[in-house]
T-cell receptor, first 113, second 111 residues
Framework: KAGVTQTPRYLIKTRGQQVTLSCSPISGHRSVSWYQQTPGQGLQFLFEYFSETQRNKGNFPGRFSGRQFSNSRSEMNVSTLELGDSALYLC????????????FGPGTRLTVT | GENVEQHPSTLSVQEGDSAVIKCTYSDSASNYFPWYKQELGKRPQLIIDIRSNVGEKKDQRIAVTLNKTAKHFSLHITETQPEDSAVYFCAASNAGNMLTFGGGTRLMVKP
């Protein structure tokens, strides 16, 4: 089975712009979670989607949003980018929502200048 | 919310020695505890996990123990090899797939 894929892998944006990141889960996996990884804050949970519904949301401002499509692919959007949004954005997929194992994608490295 | 603390932040061992990484969590409702290994520039990889109805789990050179009363869990790697060098993260979950991660441990195995 193909693993979790994320596009794009690298992105450079300017403050104030917005960005959309994409995640395709492992075939058959219906849950997608997003995490932000930075050297200072470590790995932090952003949100989780299952069956096109957001199930949990982490402690991030409303500029961070996401959605999931009927084929389980997910996107996350960050509007009005700030320098502090520079990070590695990781998505993870799992079979369902009952604490199944989560498998991570390679991440999207976002740099905000 | 859940808070996970991980120690030590760095760990250096000689090849062949054992390594132990410890984590504590705050939410007594947490019941799923995975461990991830992240090599430089790569994605976190799930290496082992344990659920609250089990006290210990082993997979070859890797083992995880859980003490629910004390709210801590540990990763044990025996007979370490240079390829074990990486950053290791513990995590805890009490609902769904929302993982709260520890701060990470950089393990260096010296040949």
């Amino acid at each position: 089975k193909a693993g979790v894929t994320q596009t794009p892998r690298y992105l450079i944006k300017t403050r104030g712009q917005q960005v959309t990141l994409s995640c395709s889960p492992i075939s058959g996996h219906r849950s997608v979670s997003w995490y932000q990884q930075t050297p200072g804050q470590g790995l932090q949970f952003l949100f989780e989607y299952f069956s096109e519904t957001q199930r949990n949301k982490g402690n991030f401002p409303g500029r961070f949003s996401g959605r999931q499509f009927s084929n389980s692919r997910s996107e996350m959007n960050v509007s009005t980018l700030e320098l502090g949004d520079s990070a590695l954005y990781l998505c993870a997929s799992s079979l369902g929502v009952r604490q199944y194992e989560q498998y991570f994608g390679p991440g999207t490295r976002l740099t905000v200048t | 919310g859940e808070n996970v603390e991980q120690h030590p932040s760095t760990l250096s061992v000689q090849e062949g020695d054992s390594a132990v990484i410890k984590c504590t969590y705050s939410d007594s409702a947490s019941n799923y505890f995975p461990w991830y290994k992240q090599e430089l520039g790569k994605r976190p990889q799930l290496i082992i996990d344990i659920r609250s109805n089990v006290g210990e789990k082993k997979d070859q050179r890797i083992a995880v123990t859980l003490n629910k009363t004390a709210k801590h869990f540990s990763l044990h790697i025996t007979e370490t090899q240079p390829e074990d060098s990486a950053v290791y993260f513990c995590a805890a979950s009490n609902a769904g797939n929302m993982l709260t991660f520890g701060g990470g441990t950089r393990l260096m195995v010296k040949p």
